[in-house]
């Protein structure tokens, strides 16, 4: 799962059917992957989404039944997102029986997503690949991410070196990517001015963080 600035593993424990959560950094190098939390899922944990609301994991536990697990987003937790709990729900219906081995789930849509299913040929089981569509209302964004984006403003845009920024004591922190999609300026702790007077010229994205988790995305050029 990509989040930010880095790359979350989870772990497919087949001797205890917990998952382990590890952390790197998503650009090019050599690391140590870092434990950020773990949890008894029961299960092995085979593909991950997240939104500004909430992770979502798909697996299959030892009877070969798919789930889900919801984990709702936490600031105050940080990475650490099994501290708080999660839900876990069976998805064994008509459509996607025992046996279904789900193996990857993505967001396509507000509050809507798709898990895919690998071809199962093994002891008198035979399944076709599949690929689902679910919606969970739980996953859906709405106002406080559309008022930001309403009264979020850059300015003076086009800029010749410094951005003004409104509404800075919701943002906890934001990245600056050139047009080649290279991260050139990343900050914590955003104060309502950001010094770009050391970009060359250009159209750059920023992308903006919110302490309630949710992103937001603006254009500008520089000068």
């Known amino acids: 799962m990509v989040l930010n600035n880095s790359l979350f593993i989870f772990t497919k424990n087949w001797a ?13 190098g050599d690391y140590t992957a870092e434990k950020i939390s773990t949890a008894n899922v029961e299960g092995l944990i085979t593909g991950a989404t ?33 501290i708080a709990g999660f839900n876990k729900t069976s998805l064994n219906s008509n459509e996607l029986e025992q046996f279904s081995q789900v ?16 071809k199962v040929n093994s002891n008198g089981i035979n399944l076709p690949q599949k690929l689902y569509e679910f919606k969970d209302d739980r996953l859906k964004t709405l106002n406080t991410g559309e008022y930001q984006l309403e009264n979020l403003e850059i300015s003076p845009n086009p800029t010749s070196g410094i951005i003004n920024i409104s ?5 906890y922190g934001l990245s600056i990517y050139n047009a080649l999609g290279k991260e050139v300026i990343q900050k914590s702790n955003v104060n309502s ?9 250009g159209i750059y994205l920023i992308k903006v963080y919110f302490k ?12």
């Open 16 to 28: 205890d059917f917990r998952t382990n959560l590890y952390k790197i950094p998503k650009t090019i």
């Open 50 to 82: 997240v939104n500004s609301k909430a992770y979502l994991l798909c697996g299959y536990n030892s009877a070969a039944i798919p789930f889900i697990v919801y984990i709702e987003r936490s600031t105050i937790f940080a990475d650490d997102i099994f």
């Open 103 to 118: 193996e990857a789930i993505t967001s396509f849509d507000n509050g809507k997503f798709y898990i895919s299913r690998e």
């Open 167 to 171: 509404n800075s004591e919701d943002i």
């Open 193 to 201: 001015q950001i010094d770009v007077n050391n970009l060359p010229k």
């Open 212 to 223: 309630d988790t949710s992103t937001i995305i603006k254009k500008f050029i520089k000068l």
